[in-house]
Structures are given as structure tokens and as C-alpha cells.
């Protein structure tokens, strides 16, 4: 299976939250596109979507995906409710994202991605608070997130032996 559409990423997101009675802004969206890509290439060793994310001021963001809510400002995107199409085995993944990052703010999740390496290697010696479009290449994300794997994994190990 190849790299699903950006856009029905950002739906499941938000149909999922919408069902669970949580909202989410473009800004919080962002992140967590962020998060699903970073996390799908460590655990598959490939994208997720084929769009690049910027290292934008407010941490990392899919342009086209940021323009396609922008009207939204950072009120919650209303969802439309239609039906999201994606393999099972990508929405059973999407869920596990929604799991861990979901529950966290906007906010909180922005100053998370400000410490993380992919967005502050893109984002080079610019200013924390200086425009830039810098693209956050998937190669840093696949070492960041799959360092954090490894990390994970052997924690998990030594906790069983």
C-alpha cells in the first residue's frame, strides 16, 4: 500500500475527535498530522501522506492542509460529518495517535513540537518567532521518531526480563 491522502488524514482526525466530543483547531490539526507522519515512519519505515510539513512559527504544519481550514482561525473546525475512507489498518493507527496526542492542547502541543529536533533542525538559527518555510524532511523525522521508538522498545524489554 502506498502513502494515503493528506486529506483524509486530517478527516479521520476530525471525525474521530467530533464522535468523542472533543474539537480541534487548524492549529492543533497540524500537529497532529505532525505526529501521525512521524511516528508512521518510524513504525513503518515509510510516509504516511506525501506532503511536506513546514516548520512554520507555531511548530510544524501541511500547507495545503492548513489552507484548506485557515477561514477556521483557531476556533474548532466544524466537521461536516461526511464519511472518511482509509485502509483498517491506518485508522487502527490514527486511533493510537488520537490516543496519545488528542487530549492535549493546542498549545501544549506546539511547545512540544518547539522541542523536538525535526522542527528546530528545519528551523536552523531563524528566530522561534520569524516566518519561515522551511520543510521538515522526512528523514529527520524518521531518525527523530525512530529513535524514540528503539527507546521505547528497550525500555519495554528490560521491564519484561
Do not use: C
Not at 16 to 34: D, P, R, T, V
Not at 134 to 153: N, W
Amino acid at each position: 500500500m502506498g502513502a494515503v491522502d493528506v486529506r483524509a488524514v486530517s478527516d479521520y482526525f476530525l471525525s474521530e475527535m467530533a464522535q468523542s466530543g472533543e474539537s480541534l483547531s487548524n492549529l492543533k490539526l497540524q500537529k497532529m498530522l505532525y505526529y501521525a507522519q512521524g511516528w508512521f515512519l518510524a513504525i513503518n519505515g515509510r510516509p504516511l501522506f506525501d506532503n511536506e510539513i513546514q516548520a512554520w512559527v507555531h511548530g510544524p504544519v501541511v500547507v495545503d492542509e492548513y489552507h484548506r481550514f485557515k477561514e477556521a482561525g483557531y476556533a474548532p473546525i466544524i466537521w461536516d460529518g461526511r464519511e472518511v475512507d482509509l485502509p483498517e489498518d491506518v485508522a487502527q493507527f490514527l486511533d493510537r495517535v488520537i490516543y496519545t496526542y488528542g487530549s492535549e492542547s493546542a498549545y501544549g502541543l506546539e511547545v512540544r513540537t518547539h522541542r523536538e529536533a525535526p522542527w528546530v533542525l528545519a528551523r536552523g538559527d531563524i528566530h522561534e518567532g520569524e516566518p519561515s518555510n522551511a520543510v521538515i524532511t522526512v528523514e529527520s523525522m524518521a531518525e527523530y521518531f525512530g529513535g524514540k521508538l528503539s527507546a521505547q522498545t528497550e525500555r519495554q524489554s528490560r521491564e519484561i526480563n
